[in-house]
C-alpha cells in the first residue's frame, strides 16, 4: 500500500510527511478532580484527570519521606479502538503504558517540593487512532499544570516514522500498523533533555537521528501550543478574579 | 466515598424533609441537563449526558455477526459500562467492577427485555439482514467520566440519546452468492438507516431518604438512602424493568406509590431529554 | 476559556462571553502581562541580588517558574502567585477541615493541602474550659469532641519539625460545625482578610470562608457559656427530629448557591458579593433552584462586570 503518494507527496489522511494532526487542548474538563485536561491529536483524543497532591492514602507503597509518591493508571475505554476487542483490565499493554506515562511525568515533576503525598494521574483514552502513549503524557503535562503541581519543565510527547522511504510526523493508526518503524519520543521542551524513547521495527542508523529529530520538533510545536493554553487559562482566571 | 458529618447528615435529611435539598431543588427536580450528540466519531452513535457534576459518556457500534441458532430472527445487543478512574480515585485498578457490573446489569435488565429479548427496547428483528445467516450485533458502551450521584440514569439517557444518534450502514445483500453458506453482503458508507428510539425507556430513580424519597440524588445525598427503586418507564408510560436497590425493606404500597411518582416524573423527563437533544442536534448541524 | 458546561441559548451566549470580555478589559494590564506558565523565564535583574521565591527556580542562571500563576514581586523577593492549586498554609489562617481519623492524642483533618493536617488534644480548649494537663481520661474521650468526619473550624498554629501541619482551636469559636453544608472552592478564590467567621443576623446563618477553600454555610449558633454545654447537649438529641427552620434553610440554600455561582464563574469570594449575589436573586425573582441555571450565571457575569466597571469609574 501507498502510505506517501509518489505523486503528490501527501499522506493517507491528506497531510503532508511533517505535518501534524490538529491539537485541540482544554483544561478543567472533570469537575472533582483538582486538576484535569482533555487532548486530542486528530482523532485521537483523551482525558487526563489528576487527584493531589494529598496525604498518602496506602503507607504500604511510601518509597521515601522526602519526595511525593506519583502514581499513574492508563485505562482505554471500550469504545476507542476501532474494532471491539474486551480486554481484562490491567492488561500488558495498559500496565506498560501506565508504568511509561509515570516515568516521564515523574521526571518533570518537583517531587522533593511534596514530601508525605501522592499524585495520582489517571488517562482515559475516549479514542484511539495512534500515538496514544504521546496524546496521554500530553494530556498528563496539561492536567498537572492545572492542579498546580510545580514542574521542571513541561513534558510532551509525539511520535514519528518511517514509510514508503519517508520520515513521517505524528503517525496515524493506519501509518502506525503499517509495520514500519514508530519512534516515540518524550522532552523536557526548554531543558531540550529526551525523557522518552521508544521504538519498534528496524531502522538504519542515519535513518533513526533524522526521524528522531523530526518527532522532537513535533514535541517542541506540541510544548509551544500546551504553553499558549495554559497561558491563555491563567490570564483569565486571573481577570475573572478581580 | 463521601463521609458527612452528623450534623451535615441531619441538615440533608432534614432538607428532604422539609422538601427544600441542598442545593434548592425540591424533591422531584431534576439537576440542570446537558445533552451533546456524536462526540466518539468512530462510533456509529454516540452522547455525553450531564446532570449536574455527573458526566457520562455512551457509544453505540455495530458490527456484523451470526444470529444465535435460539433467535434465528433476531439480533444481538450488549451493554457494558465501565467507571473511569478520573471520576474518582477509588475507581482505580479493580475498584470500580463492582460498580460498572451493577450497573450494566441493571440497564441490561432495563433495556434488553429479559433473554427472549421480547419487550426489548430496540426491536431486535430490525437488525436481522439475513435470516439465522447475518444480523447486527450492537455493542452499547457506557463510560463514567466523572461521578456525582444518579449514574444509572445519567447511562440511560445517554444511551437513548446515542441511539437516536445512531446510523446503521444500508445493506445489500446478493443472492446468488448464498449457494455456499454465506451470504455475501455488500454495506454501503452512504445510506445509513435511523433507529425508531421511540420505544426506548428512560430510567427514574427515586431515592429514599429517611420518609420521602427524590429523584436525581447527588453523591451525598445517596450516602443517606435507605434504598432505591430505579423504574424504567417507555414513552408511552409502561413499565419496562425495575431494580430496587439498598438494604431497607419497603412496604409494598409505598413500592407501588414510587412507581406511579416515577411514571408521573418520566413523562416531565421526556419533554426534557426531547427538548435537549432538539438543542444537540441544532448545535450539531451548525 | 474553561467550559462552565451550561446549558447556553445562543444569546446568553453571545452575552455571557461579551460579560467575560469586559471583565478581561477591566483587569488591570499588569495583571495579564505578568502572566506565566511552567517553564517560563522570568525577567529579573541580576545585580539586585533577587531571592526566588516559592514557585520559581534556578535553571543556567535564568529564574524559571515551575508553576502557572502571576508573579509578584515584594521587594527582592520574586515568587510566582499560583491560581488554581491546593492549599498554601500560612499561620494564623482560619481554615475549615473534615477530620479523617482519630490517633494517640491527635486528630488528623483533611483540609485541601499536600497532606493531613493535625489537631493536637493539647491544642485546644477542652469542654470544661479549665487550662490543665490533658489526663489519659481526656485520651479515652476525645471521640466526644470530634468524631471522624466532623467538620471542623480551627486555626493554622505551624509547621513542626518532621514537616507536618499543625492547627490549633484555643477559643470558643473554634471547634464543630453543626447543622449546614460545606462546600469546597479553588483555594485561590478566598483572600485573607482580617474576619473569615461571618454572623448574618439577617439571615441568622453562620457563613465561615476557610482560606483553604472549605466553606461553610450553617445555621448560627449562639457562642454559649460553658455550663451551658452540657444541657445543651441533652437538648440536642431531644430535639433530634427538629430540623433548621424552613426560613433558615432557604437562606441557608441561596446563600450556597451563590457561592457555587461565584466560583464556578471564577470570582474573588468575599461576604459582600455573596450576599450581593444572593439579594439580586431574591430582588429578581430567581427561584433557589434556578440560581444553578444559565441565566443566573449570565446575570451574575454581567452585574459583576458593571459592579468592576463601576469601582474603576470611581477610582479614576
Known amino acids: 500500500m501507498e502510505y506517501v503518494n509518489p505523486l503528490t507527496g501527501f499522506r493517507v489522511d491528506g497531510r503532508r510527511p511533517n505535518e501534524m494532526r490538529q491539537l485541540k487542548g482544554e483544561v478543567g474538563v472533570v469537575s472533582r478532580a483538582d486538576g484535569s485536561a482533555l487532548f486530542e491529536m486528530g482523532n485521537t483524543r483523551v482525558i487526563a484527570a489528576v487527584y493531589g497532591p494529598r496525604e498518602i492514602q496506602n503507607r504500604s507503597q511510601q518509597q521515601n519521606n522526602k519526595e511525593a509518591l506519583v502514581r499513574c493508571e492508563y485505562r482505554m475505554a471500550e469504545f476507542s479502538t476501532g474494532d471491539r476487542r474486551r480486554k481484562p483490565k490491567g492488561d500488558r499493554r495498559s500496565t506498560e503504558i501506565s508504568l511509561v506515562i509515570r516515568q516521564t511525568m515523574e521526571a518533570s515533576i518537583l517531587t522533593h517540593l511534596m514530601p508525605h503525598s501522592q499524585i495520582d494521574i489517571f488517562v482515559q483514552v475516549l479514542q484511539a487512532d495512534g500515538g496514544t502513549r504521546s496524546a496521554c503524557i500530553n494530556a498528563a503535562t496539561l492536567a498537572l499544570a492545572d492542579a498546580g503541581i510545580p514542574m521542571r519543565d513541561i513534558v510532551t510527547s509525539c511520535s514519528a516514522g518511517y514509510l514508503c522511504s519517508t520520515p513521517l510526523l505524528d503517525l496515524n493508526y493506519i501509518e502506525d500498523s503499517a509495520g514500519g518503524a514508530d519512534v516515540t519520543v518524550g522532552i523536557l521542551a526548554k531543558m531540550d533533555k529526551v525523557t522518552l524513547l521508544q521504538m519498534d521495527a528496524k531502522l538504519p542508523m542515519d535513518t533513526f537521528e533524522t526521524v528522531m529529530d523530526l518527532a522532537t520538533e513535533g514535541c517542541k510545536a506540541i510544548a509551544t501550543y500546551i504553553r499558549e493554553v495554559l497561558l491563555e487559562n491563567t490570564k483569565q482566571l486571573e481577570c475573572q478574579r478581580g | 466515598m463521601v463521609g458527612l458529618s452528623e450534623g451535615e447528615k441531619h441538615f440533608i435529611c432534614g432538607g428532604i424533609a422539609q422538601d427544600l435539598r441542598a442545593d434548592g431543588r425540591t424533591r422531584l427536580q431534576f439537576r440542570a441537563l446537558t445533552v451533546e450528540t456524536g462526540i466518539i466519531p468512530q462510533a456509529n452513535g454516540s452522547a455525553r449526558v450531564r446532570m449536574g457534576a455527573t458526566e457520562v459518556i455512551a457509544s453505540v457500534k455495530a458490527e456484523l455477526g451470526k444470529p444465535t441458532i435460539l433467535h434465528p430472527d433476531k439480533g444481538k445487543v450488549s451493554i457494558y459500562v465501565d467507571c473511569s478512574p478520573t471520576a474518582a480515585p477509588m475507581f482505580e485498578g479493580r475498584g470500580s467492577e463492582e460498580l460498572s457490573a451493577e450497573l450494566s446489569v441493571a440497564l441490561q435488565r432495563c433495556l434488553l427485555g429479559g433473554k427472549s429479548g421480547a419487550g426489548a427496547a430496540i426491536d431486535l428483528s430490525s437488525l436481522i439482514v439475513v435470516e439465522g445467516k447475518a444480523c447486527w450485533d450492537l455493542y452499547i458502551d457506557g463510560l463514567v467520566v466523572s461521578s456525582d450521584g444518579n449514574l444509572l440514569d445519567a447511562l440511560a439517557a445517554a444511551i437513548k440519546v446515542a441511539l437516536s444518534d445512531t446510523g446503521i450502514p444500508k445493506v445489500n445483500v446478493s443472492l446468488n452468492a448464498e449457494m455456499d453458506g454465506e451470504p455475501e453482503v455488500d454495506i454501503s458508507d452512504e445510506e445509513f438507516l435511523q433507529f425508531d428510539t421511540s420505544g426506548v425507556p428512560v430510567i427514574i430513580t427515586l431515592t429514599k431518604v429517611g420518609k420521602h424519597y427524590i429523584v436525581d440524588a447527588t453523591s451525598e445525598e445517596e450516602s443517606q438512602m435507605s434504598s432505591a427503586v430505579s423504574v424504567s418507564v417507555n414513552s408511552h408510560g409502561q413499565i419496562c424493568g425495575l431494580t430496587k436497590r439498598g438494604g431497607a425493606g419497603l412496604d409494598p404500597s409505598v413500592i407501588f406509590d414510587m412507581i406511579s411518582v416515577a411514571k408521573n416524573v418520566s413523562q416531565r423527563f421526556y419533554t426534557l431529554l426531547e427538548s435537549e437533544i432538539a438543542a444537540a442536534e441544532a448545535a450539531a448541524d451548525e | ?316
Not at chain 3, 34 to 49: C, L, P, Q, S
Not at chain 3, 99 to 114: D, M, Y
Not at chain 3, 149 to 171: K, P, T
Not at chain 3, 240 to 269: D, M, Q, W, Y
Open chain 3, 1 to 316: 476559556m474553561r467550559d462552565l458546561h451550561l446549558p447556553l441559548n445562543q444569546t446568553q451566549r453571545v452575552r455571557l462571553e461579551a460579560a467575560l470580555h469586559e471583565l478581561q478589559t477591566l483587569a488591570p494590564a499588569a495583571a495579564s502581562a505578568a502572566a506565566v506558565t511552567v517553564a517560563d523565564n522570568i525577567a529579573v535583574n541580576h545585580e539586585d541580588n533577587i531571592l526566588k521565591g516559592h514557585g520559581t527556580t534556578d535553571q543556567d542562571g535564568e529564574v524559571v517558574a515551575t508553576l502557572c500563576g502571576v508573579v509578584e514581586r515584594v521587594n527582592k523577593l520574586v515568587y510566582v502567585r499560583t491560581l488554581r492549586a491546593r492549599y498554601k498554609p500560612e499561620v494564623g489562617d482560619i481554615i475549615v477541615g473534615r477530620v479523617i481519623e482519630i490517633a494517640p492524642k491527635r486528630w488528623r483533618l483533611e483540609i485541601n493541602f499536600s497532606q493531613d493536617a493535625v489537631l493536637m488534644l493539647s491544642s485546644m480548649n477542652l469542654p470544661d474550659g479549665i487550662q490543665r494537663r490533658r489526663t489519659a481520661v481526656d485520651e479515652l474521650n476525645m471521640r466526644s469532641i470530634f468524631e471522624e468526619n466532623d467538620v471542623v473550624c480551627a486555626e493554622v498554629r505551624g509547621f513542626q519539625h518532621d514537616g507536618s501541619l499543625h492547627l490549633q482551636a484555643r477559643s470558643q469559636k473554634y471547634g464543630k460545625l453543626q447543622r449546614g453544608q460545606l462546600l469546597t472552592v479553588p483555594a485561590y478564590l478566598v483572600k485573607r482578610r482580617k474576619l473569615h467567621f461571618h454572623h448574618l443576623e439577617q439571615y441568622d446563618v453562620d457563613l465561615i470562608l476557610g482560606c483553604n477553600g472549605f466553606i461553610w454555610v450553617g445555621e448560627h449558633v449562639v457562642v454559649r457559656e460553658i455550663a451551658d454545654l452540657k444541657e445543651d447537649e441533652q437538648k440536642l438529641s431531644a430535639e433530634a427530629e427538629t430540623f433548621t427552620p424552613i426560613e433558615t434553610r432557604r437562606h441557608i440554600c441561596r446563600l450556597a448557591n451563590a457561592v457555587r455561582v461565584l466560583s464556578a464563574l471564577g470570582f474573588t469570594l468575599t461576604v459582600e458579593l455573596i450576599i450581593q449575589t444572593a439579594e439580586a436573586s431574591i430582588s429578581s425573582n430567581v427561584e433557589i433552584n434556578d440560581m444553578l441555571g444559565a441565566e443566573f450565571y449570565v446575570q451574575t457575569a454581567e452585574r459583576e462586570a458593571k459592579r468592576r466597571g463601576d469601582l474603576l469609574g470611581k477610582k479614576r
